[in-house]
């Protein structure tokens, strides 16, 4: 079972670029990686999913090298609002005996 | 809106009192999940179904149970619960394994 690391915690200012990197050194041939956003009292809302090179949406890129040991969530000109915990998440895209773990998450806080 | 609801909202129970909590899902999705959040902690799965194939996480307690009727509902049971099982609890669905998981607003449990 891959077992993702992030930091605890990253501060940014508003219109900076955010970037959360996660570690998962032993992630598996047909493992996914996806990032979670989570507000208090909510339950976390998907941002995006790769597999590889990278990956971008409307709301984030995501980076992943070719060895694919870690990935890292950009998140353009950050506003107050993106103040969450994100979680990075690897799993298979399969129903073949897997378990999803989520990381401890990183608490990110924008102050203008 | 094609949603995942959860009821209620709150639930207050006594310790040892059985208490069942409630998931719908107007997604359609195979999968259904429950995760169990404490504070300042990220979710944790307890169990997911696919269709009607059950999995259990290794160290999900035996106190808790999990049952799914049909496609749309999925119910959780604590069968005594301690004081330790106070927390939120998740519940999420996505269309196949390790896809994009929809998450309803959880049931925070309080147990006295």
């Known amino acids: 079972l891959a077992k993702t690391t992030q930091p605890v915690s990253m501060d940014s200012y508003e219109g900076q670029e955010v970037n959360i990197t996660c570690s998962h050194n032993n992630i598996a041939t047909n493992d996914y990686i996806t990032w979670y956003q989570q507000f208090p009292s909510q339950g976390p809302r998907f941002i995006i999913q790769?597999?590889?090179t990278k990956v971008t949406n409307e709301v984030a890129s995501l980076f992943i090298p070719a060895d694919r040991k870690s990935s890292t969530l950009s998140l353009p000109r950050v506003s107050l609002s993106d103040t969450a915990v994100y979680y990075c998440?690897?799993?298979?895209?399969?129903?073949?005996?897997?378990?999803?773990?989520f990381g401890k998450g990183t608490s990110l806080l924008v102050t203008p | 809106d094609a949603m995942v609801i959860q009821n209620p909202r709150y639930q207050v129970t006594q310790f040892g009192k059985p208490v069942t909590l409630s998931c719908s899902q107007t997604l359609n999705h195979n999968v259904m999940y429950w995760y169990q959040q404490k504070s300042s902690q990220a979710p944790k799965l307890l169990f997911h179904?696919?269709?009607?194939?059950?999995?259990n996480e290794a160290d999900t307690p035996d106190n808790f149970q999990s049952r799914r009727p049909n496609t749309s509902f999925c119910f959780l049971d604590i069968r005594s619960p301690g004081l330790g099982d106070a927390a939120m609890y998740l519940c999420?669905?996505?269309?196949?394994?390790?896809?994009?998981?929809?998450f309803g607003p959880g049931t925070r449990l309080t147990v006295l």
């Open positions: 790769g597999y590889k």
């Open positions: 179904y696919y269709d009607k194939d059950f999995n």
């Open positions: 999420a669905t996505s269309r196949d394994a390790g896809g994009e998981q929809f």
């Open positions: 998440l690897v799993a298979p895209n399969s129903n073949s005996g897997y378990a999803l773990n």
